[in-house]
């Protein structure tokens, strides 16, 4: 069920398909219509393009002020436009989630855990967590999302922070044979039970097979912290939020890292 409120297309928890609004705890985060084709942004120039318009260049007020993103912030047009009038699926993209900062705030001040290591970045966002492995030294990252408007948008990332572009990928790779991955990085990818099983059941494969390092990122959303797989984690770093972020996420304050170990 939707509700319109002062512009934004608010959802409730039972709405299908979406991260819910008691998971994302995003007081800005915009329903977006999904049925609206892209036809007219055929090319990659035109999906950058449209970016550009439609964002503003973010350094600071979040944990790693080093990087620089391309983010919704209140200055820019769909902060308050009418939803339907957006061309593409939900921008997961467009905000730097809080468990994504506190996994690249760690990766950053650890540059040791990525170095020289083959790193996947599943659900990658805005990029930020590949582009603080790749900024660290990691032999290879792959920064997977599987909307394609995501992959444009980190590649633009990359360009901003000056970094040669990271291998990007648009395959579904939960419950697929799992490669060699060294390190496999998650940042707010807990956010519904389904998925959590999912991601649960293939991570743990990714770990008796290749032996691979799972970090997640995470600020406490309740789908997280009461799953299973809260058994086979341990805390490896705590952060205290910006306050510009936690106004930003319904009063959240912090946000932790989380190594898995099945």
Known sequence: MLTLTQGFLRFKPTFPGVMPIRFAQHTRFLVLAKYHTVECFSAESDIRKFIVENTEVVQGNHLTPEIKMRLFTPKCRFWRARPELWPFSDPYWAIYWPGGQALTRFLLDNPGTSRGKKVLDLGSGCGASAMAASLSGASHVLAND??????????????????????????????????????????????????????????KQCVSTHRTQVLIGDPGRANFENHKIQKWLCELAHYELPLCVTEENYGLTSSKVWEFLP
Request: some cysteine; aromatic content about 6%.
């Open 146 to 203: 599987i909307d394609p408007v995501a992959t444009t948008a980190i590649k633009m990332n990359c360009e901003l922070n000056n970094l040669k572009p990271l291998s990007v990928s648009v395959e579904n790779l939960i419950g697929t044979k799992s490669e060699d991955w060294d390190l496999i990085l998650l940042g707010d990818m807990f956010y519904d039970t389904k998925l959590s099983d999912g991601l649960h059941s293939w991570l």
